[in-house]
C-alpha cells in the first residue's frame, strides 16, 4: 500500500507545489514508484508538469484527455450510476516511476458536496461514500501502477474538501519558510 502525504498551508506561495514537484521527482529518481496528484483547483503542479505555460497547453491537455482529479471522482461526487475505478494517470516521459493526477479548475464545486457529508455524517445514503471517495480513489491506482508513494498538493484553503484530504493521508508536510506571513498560515493550519 502506497503512503500518502499531504502537503497543506492556508498560505498560499509557501513552497506546495515545488516542494511537491521535487519530492516527487526525487522520489522516483530513487526508485520508488512516485504518484502526484493536484488537488487544488489553481492546477499549478498539472501547469508545471505539463509545462503549460507555453503555447496553452493546458487547454490542449484537457481537450485531449478525460482523465483529471474531477472525472475521476465524479460517480461518488456526482452520485452517477457507475463505480469508482483506478484512474488513468499522466505518464512523465523523461522518469518513468512518476506519474500525475492532473488537477481540474472545478474540483472546487465538489467543495459544498465535502461540507453536506461532513455535516449529515450518514444521514443521506447518496453522500456516505463522499468522505472516503479520494482514499479509495487512491488505493485503487496506487494497486494499478503498483505505487510508493501518493503525493498530494492541496489548495490554501481552510474547506471540506481539505479536511477531507487530510483525514485520509498517512502524513502531512506544511510548507513553510521562516517569513511572517508563512508563521501567520501555520497558525491557522493547527
Known amino acids: 500500500m502506497a503512503k500518502i502525504i499531504a502537503l497543506f498551508n492556508n498560505k ?11 519530492l516527487g521527482w526525487k522520489l522516483a529518481e530513487l526508485g520508488y514508484k512516485t504518484l502526484m496528484i493536484d488537488t487544488d483547483p489553481q492546477c499549478n503542479l498539472t501547469g ?27 460517480p461518488v461526487l456526482n452520485n452517477e450510476m457507475r463505480p469508482l475505478e483506478a484512474t488513468t494517470c499522466y505518464e512523465f516521459e523523461h522518469n518513468e516511476n512518476l506519474f500525475l493526477l492532473p488537477g481540474h479548475i472545478e474540483f472546487s464545486e465538489y467543495d459544498a458536496t465535502y461540507n453536506i457529508a461532513e455535516n449529515m455524517t450518514g444521514s ?35 474547506s471540506a474538501t481539505n479536511a477531507n484530504i487530510l483525514m485520509g493521508s498517512d502524513f502531512f508536510i506544511i510548507s513553510m519558510c521562516p517569513r511572517l506571513f508563512l508563521l501567520y498560515g501555520h497558525r491557522i493550519t493547527y
Not at 498560499?12 to 521535487?22: A, D, R
Not at 484537457?62 to 474531477?70: D, F, G, L, Q, S
Not at 456516505?128 to 494499478?144: D, F, H, Y
Open 124 to 158: 443521506l445514503v447518496v453522500l456516505q461514500n463522499v468522505p472516503g471517495a479520494l482514499r479509495q480513489l487512491i488505493t485503487m491506482t496506487s494497486e494499478k501502477y503498483h505505487l510508493d508513494f501518493v503525493l498530494l498538493d492541496m489548495s490554501p484553503s481552510i
Open 12 to 22: 498560499g506561495g509557501v513552497s506546495k507545489t515545488t516542494t511537491t514537484f521535487h
Open 48 to 74: 508545471l508538469c505539463l509545462n503549460a505555460d507555453k503555447e496553452n497547453k493546458l487547454t490542449q491537455f484537457y481537450e485531449a484527455n478525460n482523465y483529471n482529479i474531477k472525472s475521476a471522482l465524479s
